[in-house]
C-alpha cells in the first residue's frame, strides 16, 4: 500500500524557517522523481522543488531559500524552508512520480501559513 505522509507545516512569521517532512511507504523513493507542489487558495497547483536522481529542480521564487533533500535509509523527502514570505503561504503536497510505468503518488498536503 503506498502512502505519502506530510509533516511540519504550521504557522510561522515572515522571514522564518520551516522543515516539512514527506515519509514514504509502499514503494522506494530512489527510483522516483520526488517533488514538493503547492496550492493557494484560488489559485493552480505548482510544482516548488523536484529531485530526481542527482538532478535537483527549483521554482524560480524560491531558490535560494527552499533545499529539497532526501534520505533513502529513511524512505523520507525533505523541504527547508527559510526566508519565508507571505506569498509562499499554500497547502504543501508530497508527490512521487516514476513516468515510465505511469506511477504518480500524492500526500494529503501539508498547510503552511506565513504571517505575521
Known amino acids: 500500500q503506498v502512502q505519502l505522509v506530510e509533516s511540519g507545516g504550521g504557522l510561522v512569521q515572515p522571514g522564518g524557517s520551516l522543515k516539512l517532512s514527506c515519509v514514504c511507504s509502499?514503494?522506494?523513493?530512489?527510483?522516483?522523481?520526488m517533488s514538493w507542489y503547492r496550492q493557494a487558495p484560488g489559485k493552480e497547483r505548482e510544482l516548488v522543488a523536484r529531485?530526481?536522481?542527482?538532478?535537483?529542480t527549483y521554482k524560480d521564487s524560491v531558490k535560494g531559500r527552499f533545499t529539497i533533500s532526501r534520505d533513502n535509509g529513511k524512505n523520507t523527502v525533505y523541504l527547508q524552508m527559510n526566508s519565508l514570505k507571505p506569498e509562499d503561504t499554500a497547502v504543501y503536497f508530497c508527490?512521487?512520480?516514476?513516468?515510465?510505468?505511469?506511477?504518480?503518488?500524492w500526500g494529503q498536503g501539508t498547510q503552511v501559513t506565513v504571517s505575521s
Open positions: 508527490n512521487a512520480a516514476l513516468w515510465a510505468l505511469g506511477y504518480n503518488y
Open positions: 509502499g514503494f522506494t523513493i530512489s527510483r522516483y522523481a
Open positions: 529531485i530526481n536522481g542527482d538532478r535537483l
